[in-house]
């Protein structure tokens, strides 16, 4: 081979290496940009959450997402109330004027993506993200095989007591129906107990006994069970003679909070107007019935779910992985307003550890039974609620109104 002709080669050969690394680099460029997440934008950005929180929930968000804004001045959030939430997003986001973001416990997860409301955000939430939780609060944001949110909280409701007229925590209900007895005067407008009769708050006498309103596993309602109807029994008859006879939630809490009332049933959303209220209070779960029956209340996690349509993905998960996994935005929810924390660096955390309150409802949440996140279970809110409203003003039976709320709910799962 010629001189000439071996640079000819040579000019080729590295002709042929350049196209090929050159050919490499694109290929590990396009490989980085399908496997990277989306990175936040540097532009302007607003999300919008909607929620239903209470007033002093509201000012600790507001207080973090200050300091968010601080960190992240390209991004602005707004914070919503709606009345009522849940018709507010059906309407709203099929029609593309939903918010980015919603908080609710997650027994709306099951409804809410099968009816498409709900955006995956399965890119994020990786196993490094998703082992920063306890398992309840892992398994409250996944819905066959996606993820659409994020947990905030765990909550349940127990036994807020007043310290001034109540000392110490009753430890059976034997105790606290003495104490309820001592208080009652409806003449004088006091009563032993503050409760929100609906439901959610009766859930727990009626898991106490056995009895359960719909089975996620079977997709069942087990509303005319002999084990339901006693824990219905049990309530009318050894709880409801000493509570306030009305339905009005925030009537029951004003009871507790004017100190006409010595002890509430609530969650941790209560908490931040008790302390307003400059009561000396403490936090126990329901004491059992007897050796064998033990109330267990619905327990939930409170999420921030991601609505279908969101406007800026990237921008809503530096947010959203922000606020459920920062330690000192979870401890200011714990502290302020009694949240307890899913996130295990602050459960773990001895401050938490050693508050009263937190603990309380944590020791409430070992008790809990979680809301079913079926779709179904949707059916069967409203049939009870009525049984519930029907039983109060006297025009059923216990067993003539859980037997009709069974017929209403079966009726309702075969359309």
Avoid: C
């Avoid at 998703?130 to 909550?155: C, D, T, V, W």
């Amino acid at each position: 081979m010629t001189e000439k002709q071996q640079k000819q080669a040579s000019k080729k050969t590295l002709t042929i290496v350049a196209a090929v690394v050159l050919v490499l680099v694109v290929l590990g460029v396009a490989a980085m940009l399908l496997t990277q997440k989306p990175s936040a934008p540097k532009r302007n950005v607003t999300i919008v959450i909607w929620h239903a929180m209470g007033p002093e929930e509201v000012k600790t968000l507001e207080d973090v997402i200050a300091d968010f804004h601080v960190q992240h001045p390209e991004i602005t959030v707004k914070l919503e109330q709606k009345a009522d939430l849940e018709t507010s997003l059906k309407t709203a986001i099929p029609a593309g004027q939903g918010p980015d973001l919603f908080i609710w416990a997650h027994d709306w997860i099951g409804k809410f993506a099968e009816a498409g409301l709900l955006e995956p955000i399965d890119e994020y939430v990786t196993p490094s993200v998703l082992n920063k939780f306890s398992p309840i609060g892992q398994n409250a944001i996944e819905y066959r095989g996606h993820y659409y949110a994020m947990p905030l909280a765990a909550e349940t409701v127990a036994l807020i007591y007043n310290k001034a007229l109540v000392p110490n925590p009753p430890k059976t209900f034997d105790e606290m129906k003495s104490i309820m007895a001592k208080f009652t005067n409806p003449d004088k407008g006091t009563y032993g107990l503050a409760t929100p009769i609906d439901p959610y708050f009766l859930s727990g006498w009626v898991h106490a006994f056995g009895g359960y309103y719909f089975d996620d596993k079977t997709k069942q309602p087990g509303l005319d069970k002999p084990e339901t109807i006693k824990g219905f029994k049990f309530f009318f008859e050894q709880v409801y003679p000493y509570v306030a006879k009305t339905r009005d939630y925030n009537a029951q809490v004003s009871l507790f909070l004017e100190g006409k009332a010595p002890m509430m049933i609530n969650g941790p959303w209560s908490i931040g107007d008790v302390k307003k209220a400059g009561i000396n209070f403490g936090v126990a779960p329901l004491p059992p019935i007897d050796s064998s029956s033990v109330p267990h209340p619905y327990g939930g996690v409170k999420l921030v779910y991601v609505a279908k349509g969101v406007k800026d993905k990237a921008a809503v998960w530096t947010f959203l992985e922000w606020l459920t996994t920062n330690p000192n935005v979870i401890k200011q929810f714990a502290i302020r307003n009694g949240y307890i924390p899913v996130l295990k660096e602050v459960l773990n955390d001895p401050e938490i550890q050693n508050n009263p309150v937190i603990y309380g409802f944590g020791q409430a949440v070992q008790n809990a039974i979680p809301m079913p996140k079926s779709p179904e279970m949707a059916a069967v809110w409203g049939p009870v609620d009525t049984a519930i409203t029907n039983i109060m003003g006297g025009k059923q039976s216990i067993e003539a109104a859980l037997t009709a709320a069974q017929q209403e709910v079966l009726s309702a799962l075969k359309k």
